[in-house]
């Protein structure tokens, strides 16, 4: 691909979507009109969505089930619904690259379950990028093929999950003494934090 300096806005937001930890909406727009946001690189200027951008929505709205929240205001729905909303209009995008902050923070464990096992779809079936901020190791270790710990905004350790998540490395930088055992069913390492 080009260099991103080299690329249009257009371009840009046609190939990576963002997911932020906390979205905040001005005005009352319905959840289906979020998600149309997403179509916003691929319409003309005062271009209004089509069938087919209707079509991308209700795809990504599906994915996420959201759909039957497309009437709601997002000023009446739930935090986690909100989050929802959001990695819809992500989707929505079509974009190769998709960075997400914590997505599933407000979620509950089913929808948790739900978000990972699509994020792991799109990177296995659709060959996506899923870059993800995560502060929770254990789900970390669990849904990330590469982990890259930083401590204080620098690399300290990049590599898979067994060799990210060492009770050494943690604990030095976490400033708290860690134990790492490996989970018997799944193989991933789990950090235990001692009370």
């Known amino acids: 691909g080009a260099p991103i300096d080299e690329l249009s806005r257009r371009e840009v937001a046609r190939r990576i979507a963002v997911v932020p930890q906390e979205t905040s909406f001005t005005f009352a727009f319905s959840a289906l009109e979020v998600v149309l946001m997403g179509r916003s690189p691929y319409l003309g200027r005062f271009a209004l969505e089509g069938a087919s951008d209707l079509a991308v929505a209700r795809t990504a709205m599906d994915s996420t089930d959201t759909w039957p929240l497309r009437d709601r ?3 009446a729905v739930s935090g986690g619904e909100k989050q929802r909303v959001v990695i ?4 929505a995008q079509e974009p190769s690259i998709l960075l997400l902050d914590e997505p599933t923070t407000a979620l509950d464990i089913r929808h948790q379950v ?7 779809r799109l990177h296995q079936d659709a060959r996506h990028t899923v870059v993800l901020v995560q502060h929770d190791l254990n789900l970390a270790a669990k849904v990330c093929q590469r982990l ?4 204080r905004g620098n690399v300290c350790c990049d590599g898979a999950p067994a060799d990210v998540i060492r009770a050494d490395l943690l604990s030095e930088v976490y400033e708290t ?6 989970d018997p069913n799944s193989g991933s390492p789990v ?3 001692p009370l």
């Open 73 to 75: 205001s997002m000023d």
């Open 88 to 91: 819809s209009r992500a989707l």
């Open 114 to 120: 739900d978000i990972y096992r699509l994020l792991n």
């Open 148 to 151: 890259i710990l930083l401590n």
């Open 177 to 182: 003494d860690l134990q790492v055992e490996t």
């Open 191 to 193: 950090v235990i934090v």
